[in-house]
């Protein structure tokens, strides 16, 4: 797989799909991911992220060239996954999501991405949590639409802001609210305001991403006029 200049590569994996090969899918793995799955309590969500990180590896050493099990990462202060500098995989940007059923990973060259999918759950996504989380006028957009409207628009809130937070790869450090997101029926997806970093806005574009049914997704990268190419990813 070869990247554009201009090109985010985006691959979905329908993880529930997969189990029979959980444990060809362990065995792709570095140590510390087999750390990291067998401490999930339910057995599920070891499976889940079993899979998502095997997928990963399989799909980005199609792009760096290398099996996927020799794949090695190096991981921010926050937790955030990329390629070492000295690694041959080097300026390929990538980012992965998983929720359920379903994750998503973005590939692009040389800029900073983040990605998120997510189940809408319509029990979480309640008035009382967006005021919790969401901005002032994140808040008010949301309360202006109709009830049976809220938790898709929610949900299109809610992975646009995860997605920039990725992005930044500071992680849990960036408060939600610390920043404003456009969304609602119509609304194109766009980095509206961010406390104390009015120039941000400008440097981030952000995209909707097609997702099942019963899902949400979207895509934030730097740099302007991308072109997203799709893919549904299956095991060989």
């Keep these: 797989m070869t990247l554009g200049a201009n090109e985010v590569h985006l691959w979905q994996v329908h993880l529930a799909a997969q189990d029979p090969g959980i444990h060809f899918f362990r065995r792709l793995l570095s140590p510390d991911e087999i750390q990291r799955a067998d401490r999930f309590h339910f057995e599920r969500d070891r499976i889940r992220f079993t899979i998502a990180r095997a997928a990963m590896r399989k799909i980005l050493a199609t792009y760096a060239g290398?099996?996927?099990?020799?794949?090695?990462?190096?991981?921010?202060?926050?937790?955030?996954?990329?390629?070492?500098?000295?690694?041959?995989?080097?300026?390929?940007?990538?980012?992965?999501?998983?929720?359920?059923?379903?994750?998503?990973?973005?590939?692009?060259?040389?800029?900073?991405?983040?990605?998120?999918?997510?189940?809408?759950?319509r029990e979480f996504?309640?008035?009382?949590?967006?005021?919790?989380?969401?901005?002032?006028?994140e808040v008010s957009?949301?309360?202006t639409l109709i009830p049976s409207e809220r938790a898709e628009a929610f949900f299109s809130c809610?992975?646009?802001?995860e997605a920039y937070i990725k992005a930044l790869g500071e992680g849990l450090s960036v408060p939600l609210e610390s920043f404003s997101v456009a969304f609602g029926?119509?609304?194109?997806?766009?980095?509206?305001?961010?406390?104390?970093a009015?120039?941000?806005?400008?440097?981030?574009?952000?995209?909707?991403v097609a997702a099942p049914e019963?899902?949400?997704?979207a895509l934030v990268i730097e740099g302007q006029s991308y072109q997203l190419r799709k893919w549904q990813w299956e095991p060989e």
């Design 66 to 121: 290398d099996a996927p099990q020799d794949l090695v990462f190096s991981y921010g202060l926050k937790g955030k996954p990329g390629f070492p500098p000295h690694f041959k995989g080097r300026g390929i940007q990538f980012n992965l999501s998983h929720s359920r059923d379903f994750a998503l990973l973005a590939v692009a060259e040389e800029h900073c991405l983040g990605v998120d999918i997510e189940f809408i759950n």
């Design 125 to 137: 996504a309640s008035d009382e949590i967006a005021m919790r989380f969401f901005s002032r006028s």
């Design 141 to 143: 957009t949301l309360l």
């Design 158 to 161: 809610w992975t646009r802001k």
């Design 185 to 196: 029926r119509g609304v194109s997806p766009a980095l509206l305001w961010v406390e104390h």
């Design 198 to 208: 009015p120039e941000e806005t400008s440097r981030w574009s952000m995209y909707d």
């Design 214 to 217: 019963g899902y949400a997704a």
